[in-house]
């Protein structure tokens, strides 16, 4: 059943309307799965086989008497340790949390799929707090590329992005302040949605603010939209939520790009100096928009590099994570992280609220700008993957990750709605991931768009064989892990 792994979640969902296998089947090649993945990747903090198994034969028979429970019933489903899930612990990559407890809720995105029957596999890597675009922490170590295990996985949700791309499960919940869904996605070869902010409600809030998104990694985009139909419902938890979407976003995917104005932004306007490999592969995939109808022009939305005024948000809200920490606690932290709380500390009110306005005027630009074009498409990254183990590349010159991402956190700032499509691989054979940026409360264009680069081949990568002979570097996560 180990084909079962390369299915996506509409058709393992297809199959098990049709019985050709069960989700029995499902998980077990899931869970077969990542047990022979996590030594070489190191995806998970948490597997939980008879939780999961147990779900799976509740949904087999649900399926058996023509009754399943929602969308996803029977489907293998995995969690960023930044989400709570009831009865399991949250430790969000730091030796801070106590690894004993147990939730007593789900997050909402955690809680609608649990209320359509979906599977859950076990909770995935993050570095920790979520904290910068790589996934590595003091708690659960190093998590790798599948392409190149020397390489990184991307952050910060990280062991999501590889789970996915291994088969370890179709779907997975990722969580992204600056780029964290969108980042680990283009770096593994996946899809990833940053939601308009909203769209997916939040619980506990996050220290970082209205930056913070919850989104869906999956194989492909349709997969998403069905994720999205999924976790997309308002909570009374979440007073920042939106409301009810007015449709279905799987409804939404067909229609294809005829008429769509594109922007067509290669480096921000000359800001960003993007690798040959990403610039070439990102512009065959929109030349390819073009000849499906799309109105493409080279165009670049206006606006300088924020950096300074997301630092000032990303770094107070980091210091607000460990304000109670005492001195013991602040020791077992990551270095990087200890050191940007302490940045973080220092900035005062008039400091924060000079970078909200920083933001207002950003996403105000984007407004305009979205009056004309209907959507924005640039590189993800301007790179591929590099060395596992650091925060930015070696030589690069740079001090925080922020110096590899500057088109994704701009529109973190701005709420907009982002996706990561992979569209072909570099000359080392690492994935090139392209973003496409619409409006706000645009998610289905955004959908759409990348829908329809998949269903014309021009989206997509191999899977990943990295791992056949990988040399392990963590043991396998099991349910009696903390």
């Known amino acids: 059943m180990s084909e079962l792994t390369e299915l996506t979640a509409l058709r393992l969902v297809d199959g098990y309307h049709k019985g050709e296998f069960s989700p029995v089947d499902a998980t077990r090649a899931a869970l077969d799965r990542a047990d022979r993945i996590q030594p070489a990747v190191n995806a998970f903090v948490r597997l939980d086989a008879d939780e999961a198994l147990t779900r799976a034969g509740e949904s087999a028979e649900r399926w058996r008497r023509g009754e399943p429970a929602g969308l996803l019933d029977g489907v293998p489903v995995t969690v960023k340790d930044i989400l709570l899930m009831r009865g399991t612990p949250t430790l969000r990559g730091s030796r801070t949390t106590d690894p004993q407890g147990r939730s007593d809720e789900d997050a909402p995105s955690v809680a609608r799929l649990r209320e359509h029957g979906a599977v859950f596999l076990g909770k995935t890597t993050t570095p920790e707090f979520g904290w910068k675009g790589v996934t590595d922490s003091p708690l659960s170590g190093v998590t790798r590329n599948p392409y190149d295990v020397s390489r990184t996985a991307g952050g910060s949700s990280g062991g999501s992005a590889a789970a996915v791309a291994l088969g370890a499960g179709p779907l997975s919940l990722g969580t992204d302040g600056g780029g964290s869904v969108r980042i680990p996605a283009a770096f593994c070869g996946i899809f990833g949605l940053k939601p308009t902010y909203g769209r997916v409600p939040l619980y506990p809030a996050s220290a970082f603010g209205t930056l913070a998104h919850v989104g869906p990694m999956t194989r492909d985009a349709a997969d998403a939209a069905l994720m999205l139909d999924v976790i997309s419902g308002p909570d009374a938890r979440d007073w920042s939520a939106l409301g009810p979407v007015g449709g279905s976003f799987v409804d939404a995917l067909e229609g294809g790009v005829r008429g769509l104005r594109v922007a067509y932004s290669p480096s921000l306007g000359g800001q960003v100096a993007v690798r040959p490999g990403v610039a070439a592969a990102v512009r065959r995939a929109v030349e390819r928009l073009a000849g499906l109808g799309a109105y493409v022009t080279e165009a670049d939305p206006d606006f300088t590099d924020p950096v300074d005024a997301f630092h ?47 933001r207002m005027e950003l996403g105000r630009r984007m407004g305009r700008f979205h ?89 997509g990568v191999a899977s990943p064989t990295a791992t056949a002979t990988a040399t392990p570097t963590s043991p396998p996560a099991s349910a009696s892990a903390p």
């Not at 990303?314 to 005492?326: C, D, I, M, N």
């Not at 392209?434 to 021009?458: C, F, K, M, N, S």
Request: aromatic share 10%.
């Open 312 to 358: 000032t948000l990303w770094f107070s809200g980091a210091a607000r994570v460990t304000q109670h920490f005492g001195p013991h606690q602040r020791e077992l932290l990551d270095p990087g992280l200890r050191e940007i709380c302490g940045l973080g500390a220092r900035f005062g009110a008039l400091d924060y609220l000079a970078a909200v306005d920083v």
């Open 371 to 459: 009056e004309s074009y209907d959507v924005l498409v640039t590189p993800t990254l301007p790179l591929t993957a590099f060395e596992a183990g650091a925060e930015v590349p070696k030589g690069s010159g740079q001090r925080r990750w922020t110096g590899w991402t500057p088109f994704t956190y701009p529109f973190n700032m701005t709420q907009q709605p982002a996706a990561t499509v992979p569209v072909g691989v570099d000359a080392d054979g690492l994935p090139v991931g392209l973003q496409i940026v619409a409006a706000r409360h645009r998610d289905d264009l955004v959908l759409r768009t990348a829908h329809t680069l998949y269903e014309a081949g021009a989206a």
